[in-house]
């Protein structure tokens, strides 16, 4: 990993072994994961196609900008979408009408339920539930203008609602500093009395992700993952036989951020791949449910 200044760090991990321990922090994406403001993004630049006269996104480019912060505004997407207007006028126009999506935003499948359920114990201690999400404040307060966006994003303390410009979060999916940063929040609440005392590493927390940046995020950070991608995201990659190099974190951006310490192997068990969040086993996390 690399050695920027004032940036959260992950430990090595090393091969999995055959014993985890009970997992005693959930920590949450929410873009795509929890609310459906991926399918409005999709809705959005596929509308603006159209009016500027050009085709939709194709499954292919819609995996390579989900869950990429400002992903319609860079190279990959502009190259293949030929647009007749200068990049700056796109911008503009798709941010005003996502912005205005987003205040009608609602929750994904099974979403709200697993919230609730982690209000009770699990076998090593109290589980703990933190938010961490590449939204910038402004896109992140928009959305919570939605009441089904509040209720959801209610259920996770304040202080453990993490965003990609939260302070110390210095880079954004893949790296792993809104994870790491979030791990750090729950500590200190914990530490503040409302949990058992005793700090939560890396191999206790378990990560729910969408997209393949956040998976890999996970992984650096030293986390297990619960990868809940798109229909389309899951079949591209299943259709490529990826779907293991992507729970290992061996798959990200093509920007050079992969080739570091800390990812994993396939097939080694730190992550694994669900339809939709009502599929979630927490038991088997070492999570007892009421």
Known sequence: MSSQPNQPRSP??????????PIRACIFDL????????????SCVNGLLATHGRPP?????????????????????????????????????ESAMYENACRECGGMRGAEALLEKLSGKGKGGRVEVALGSSSAR?????KMQSPRVRRLVECIPERCRVIGDAEGVGRGKPAPDVFLVALGRVNEVDGDGEGDGKEILPNECLVFEDSVVGVQAARRAGMRVVWVPSKDVREEYEELGMVGEVLAG??????????????????????????????????????AVR
């Open 12 to 21: 090595f991990h090393s091969p999995l072994t055959p014993n985890f321990p």
């Open 250 to 287: 061996r798959v990200g951006t093509g920007n050079g951020e992969e080739e570091i310490e800390g990812l994993g192997q396939v097939g080694d068990g730190w992550g694994e791949m669900v339809g939709s969040l009502e599929e979630v086993d927490l038991e088997k996390y070492g999570i």
């Open 31 to 42: 873009d795509g994961l929890l609310i459906n403001t991926e399918d409005l993004l999709t």
């Open 57 to 93: 996104m194709t499954r292919a480019i819609r995996v390579q900008i989900l869950g990429v912060p400002d992903s319609t505004a860079g190279d990959a997407f502009h190259e293949w979408a030929q647009l007749p207007i200068p990049r700056e006028q796109w911008v503009t126009e």
């Open 138 to 142: 402004w896109t992140f307060e928009v």
